[in-house]
Structure formats: structure tokens, C-alpha cells
């Protein structure tokens, strides 16, 4: 199915991002497993709100290279995933064809979260095989009922740390076997269902640009207007989101 990402971003790194708010906390990521091709579970943490503004919305990218994501069911949200084109397709594990991954997963709160609470979504996917010593970014886009913050800015290596980082960890050497260590294996079985709680996205968004609004028609990841230097876009192969470590 051909459908919009709603995380317009560049396909550079270094990006360079203004945020409608100023934070004193970030979001991040913690995986299960690091080693390449394997199981992990990913449990992103958001600890504030915009500036006092409660949080009503995460939307969380996908890397290139992963392909499938399972989301963990959380109460106070409606989860949806964004799927996009795969061109060419790949074979899976299984030997089946792939013609669409998934581009971002996003997280819509029937209860906003109050400024002050922290909440926290998981996702199980595979590492991809090839990417031992890479850093893989997950640029989430954080949005209020009052306000809009970009996790998605990229540091070169040995720089400082920007003020709004994307979530990310570092892929490490596969062990003898190539799929890491029991953790990854315990995650396994659950990161391989074909079907989970999140819906996917059938029809194109548009996404709004400069808005920071908190509704419903202009707050839907409006990043366009928060991003400055754009690259370009890609639906399906955006390379931003891995950043090769030099020798």
C-alpha cells in the first residue's frame, strides 16, 4: 500500500531542527539486545510534556533496513503504523516476498499525558544483519496539546550533544552463532508475529507544515515547518537514520 509518512525529515545527517519548545529532558531508547540480527525489544521513555502542555501524540521512525515492527499494546494510546513501499522487494526469513515496510509507528493518547509523568512504548523488531557498529537513530516527533517538540537531531561523531537528540543506541558484533545472546532469542518469538494490535495506515496523510497547534488538523506531525536544510524526502529508503561509525 502506497502511504505518506507523516515524519517528513531530511535524508541528511547533522540535522539541523527548531523546536516549538524548549525541553529539559529527552526522549530515549533502550534496547533488550544490541548484537546484529537480532531479537530486541526497544522501550522508548518520554519523561516531560511541551513546556508544561500535556503530550498527546509520539510517532516514533523507523530505520532503514528494519523492515517489521510489533508494537506492545499501551492503554492510554491508539497505535498505528505507516508502511511504505519496498522498491526493489526483499525476501523474508521465510522465503516470502516483502513489498512494504514499516516507516513509522505512531502513538495517538486517548488520555494526554500530563506534563511531569513519564510513559514509555515498545517496539520488537529485528537488527538488520549488516549493521554491527552503525548507530541506528529513531528521530520521534513529540506533540502537545500546546506545542511540538523534534527528537531528530543527528550529532557527528564526537561532537556535542544537540539539544533535541534523536533516540538512539549502537549495533554490536553478532557472537559465533550470529544472533547474539538468549535475550535476543527470548525476543525472538515475540518480534516474528505477522499480526499486532496496530493498525496500518491504508490511505496517504498530508502533512501540515509550520503548525503547533494541538488539533487534530494541524498538530499530525507537522515538521516540515520545524526542519530547516531539507534534503529531500524518500517514502521507503530514507538513509538518515543510519550513521555508519568511522573505522
Not at 65 to 83: C, H, L, M, W
Not at 164 to 169: G, V
Amino acid at each position: 500500500m502506497n502511504t505518506k509518512s507523516l515524519l517528513a525529515l531530511p535524508a541528511a545527517l547533522g540535522l539541523v531542527v527548531l523546536s516549538a519548545t524548549p525541553a529539559s529532558a529527552h526522549v530515549t531508547v533502550t534496547p533488550t539486545e544490541t548484537t546484529a540480527g537480532s531479537y530486541t525489544v526497544l522501550t522508548f521513555s518520554v519523561g516531560h510534556g511541551c513546556d508544561g502542555s500535556p503530550t498527546t501524540r509520539i510517532a516514533i521512525k523507523v530505520p532503514e533496513g528494519i523492515n517489521s515492527v510489533s508494537a506492545t499494546r499501551q492503554p492510554f494510546y491508539d497505535v498505528e503504523k505507516v508502511v511504505v513501499p519496498l522498491d526493489p522487494p526483499v525476501t523474508g526469513s521465510h522465503g516470502e516476498e516483502i513489498t512494504e515496510r514499516v516507516d513509522q509507528v505512531v502513538y495517538t493518547a486517548t488520555t494526554p499525558l500530563p506534563d511531569g509523568q513519564r510513559d514509555t512504548f515498545e517496539l520488537s523488531l529485528q537488527l538488520p544483519e549488516d549493521a554491527a557498529g552503525e548507530t541506528l537513530a529513531f528521530p520521534a516527533i513529540q506533540t502537545c496539546e500546546k506545542g511540538q517538540t523534534a527528537w531528530t537531531e543527528v550529532a557527528p561523531e564526537g561532537a556535542e550533544e544537540p539539544e533535541h537528540p534523536a533516540p538512539a543506541f549502537t549495533v554490536t558484533e553478532a557472537t559465533g552463532d550470529g544472533h547474539g545472546s538468549a535475550t535476543s532469542a527470548g525476543a525472538s518469538e515475540e518480534a516474528e508475529p505477522t499480526t499486532d494490535s496496530a493498525p496500518e495506515t491504508t490511505h496517504p496523510t498530508t502533512v501540515a507544515a509550520g503548525s503547533d497547534e494541538g488539533d487534530d488538523s494541524s498538530d499530525a506531525l507537522a515538521i516540515a515547518g520545524l526542519v530547516t536544510g531539507l534534503l529531500g524526502l524518500a517514502l521507503g529508503g530514507t538513509a538518515f537514520a543510519r550513521t555508519r561509525k568511522p573505522a
